[in-house]
């Protein structure tokens, strides 16, 4: 990977789990402890295969098999690389309840989100939460039909851009304005209140995802597709 450049690399969890005992153990104390919280199962198993998943790129992106350091408390709390990992590593990690997705970059901060078109059951009470007035106005006079792939991707290039921030959704996300150009296109600028984001959105295995960064990158290497190779994560 060249300074400048982001990957995105994303695996459906059910491909993942052949690998769950390798993955686990390439997990941190402070990680173990933090899985065994989890109430449920299967939120247990996605943040196993999720991180696992992360350090597999990360070893690779290092030339060894899995990053098993431990992590540092990077921009809003967020795991990062700590400064002796031998390269300026930097990643952004989304799930969902079936699939993960890790954006990695060398010296450029990125912000990555991933979302399944069934988030929400009501588009008109999740448009109220997302979406500021001018936002909600013009998302109003879509057709019915098209309202919620446009919610969709207003919300995950918001996500993404604010991940990219580091405050999160500590950050009001109607603050946030990704107005109709991220819903008609995949490359667009995502306004925040003291700075604007580059975001580019895709469809994947039926989902949408956004990679977020201060400026376009030198090369983005995006998945090309359902069946992309790495679909079933690192080896």
């Known amino acids: 990977m060249a300074p400048g450049e982001v ?53 690779r992106a290092l030339g060894q098999e899995a990053w098993t350091g431990a992590f540092a408390a990077g921009p ?33 901060e990125v912000g990555l989100d991933l979302e399944s078109p069934d988030r929400g059951p009501d588009p008109t009470a999740w448009a109220a939460a997302a979406l500021g007035p001018a936002e909600a106005e013009a998302w109003g006079t879509l057709p019915a039909a098209d309202q919620p792939e446009a919610l969709l991707r207003a919300w995950v290039a918001k996500e993404a851009a604010l991940k990219l921030d580091g405050r999160g959704l500590a950050l009001d996300p109607r603050s946030a304005q990704a107005g109709p150009d991220c819903w008609l296109q995949d490359t667009c600028i995502v306004s925040l209140p003291d700075r604007a984001a580059w975001v580019r959105g895709f469809a994947w295995q039926g989902a949408r995802l956004a990679v977020a960064a201060w400026a376009p990158p030198g090369r983005l290497d995006l998945p090309p597709g359902p069946g992309f190779p790495c679909g079933r994560g690192p080896a």
């Open 7 to 59: 990957q995105v690399r994303a695996a459906l969890f059910r491909d993942l789990e052949p690998a769950l005992a390798r993955y686990q153990a390439w997990l941190s104390p402070a990680e173990r402890d933090r899985a065994g919280r989890f109430r449920r199962p299967e939120d247990r198993l996605a943040f196993q295969l999720g991180r696992g998943f992360l350090r597999a790129l990360l070893g």
């Open 76 to 108: 809003g709390g967020r795991p990062a690389l700590p400064g002796g990992a031998g390269r300026d590593l930097r990643f952004s990690l989304a799930r969902t309840g079936s699939a993960v997705a890790c954006a990695l970059a060398e010296g450029l």
